[in-house]
């Protein structure tokens, strides 16, 4: 069964000024475990997508289901992972992860167990009472993770994750994070500009275009791929044509406008 469903969904952003059709018509549905990303020009919608997953907005039309249920804003099933990690500076790593718990009034001697091992799963040892500022911008990344993670997500949003991180730290969190959200079996949205990092890291891509937001094509990631580390991914004989399909699918926009 589905586990989560967007159904002819449109958005609307309204100011004083203007009205932005940002979504038309978006329908898509995941399976629990499955990885999805999202490619498309600036202003397509991406992250207007992922809002109105999480909850934090409601859309002007259409449903969203997450298990058969209409998501709300109190919606601890989801986590977020953004381009900028918003760890808090005055905070340690461990406050900085175990916030979410905090909030909830929810420290148990688990909870905290579980960072730790998170901690170490992802490679950060003796920094739990390290502030931020002392990390470098791929550590700190991987303790975002371990604080998404610790609340136990079913979903993950990630939008732009990697993109502010040089290229050797982001491929080698994209072996990370692939590696751990399908060990634990999670569902995940990906919004990236990296064809290669949506090839590499799902099961299937969406290319969208902007003006109003739709859905232009499908992709299905082939399986060998799919059960590949993303690193190798790359250098997978299926690799480049699907590179080169998703390539000129989101080509074609800059051609039918004229610009290419
Ligand atoms: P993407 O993440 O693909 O770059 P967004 O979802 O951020 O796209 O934005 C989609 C469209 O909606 C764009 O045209 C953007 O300008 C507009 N938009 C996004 N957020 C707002 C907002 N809060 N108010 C008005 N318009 C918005
Ligand atoms: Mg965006």
């Known amino acids: 069964m589905s586990f989560l469903t967007l159904e002819n969904v449109s958005h609307h952003y309204f100011t004083k000024k203007s009205l932005t059709k940002a979504l038309d018509d978006i329908s898509f549905s995941l399976n ?9 020009p600036s202003g397509c ?16 039309q259409g449903k969203v289901l997450l298990n058969g249920k209409p998501v709300n804003e109190f919606n601890d099933a989801i986590g977020y992972m953004l381009q900028q990690d918003y760890l808090f500076p005055w905070k340690t790593i461990i406050d900085n992860i175990l916030l979410g718990p905090k909030i909830q009034n929810d420290i ?7 960072a ?3 901690l170490a799963e992802v490679g950060l040892v003796n920094v739990e009472e390290a ?23 079913k979903v993950l949003l990630l939008d732009e994750p990697f993109s502010a991180l040089d290229y050797q730290t982001k491929l080698n969190l994209e072996d990370l994070v692939h590696k751990l959200l399908r060990q634990y ?18 099961d299937r891509i969406l290319v969208m275009e902007a003006k109003p937001g739709r859905i232009l094509k499908t992709f299905e990631v082939p399986l060998e791929l799919r059960n590949e580390v993303p690193f190798l991914v790359r250098r997978h004989p299926k690799y480049q044509p699907l590179f080169d399909k998703v390539w ?3 080509n074609g926009q800059h051609v039918k406008h004229g610009t290419g």
């Open 116 to 118: 730790s091992e998170f």
């Open 185 to 202: 079996h999670k569902t995940a949205v990906l919004v990236t500009h990296d064809i290669g990092e949506a090839i590499s890291m799902s």
């Open 248 to 250: 000129a699918a989101l």
């Open 45 to 60: 919608g991406k992250s207007t997508i992922l809002s109105i997953i999480s909850g934090i907005m409601a859309q002007t």
């Open 108 to 114: 148990t001697p688990d909870i905290r167990q579980k």
């Open 131 to 153: 502030y931020p500022e002392s990390l470098s911008g791929g550590m700190r990344q991987r303790a975002a993770l371990v604080r998404t993670l610790v609340s136990d997500p």
């Open 32 to 40: 629990e475990g499955e990885f999805l990303s999202l490619v498309g």
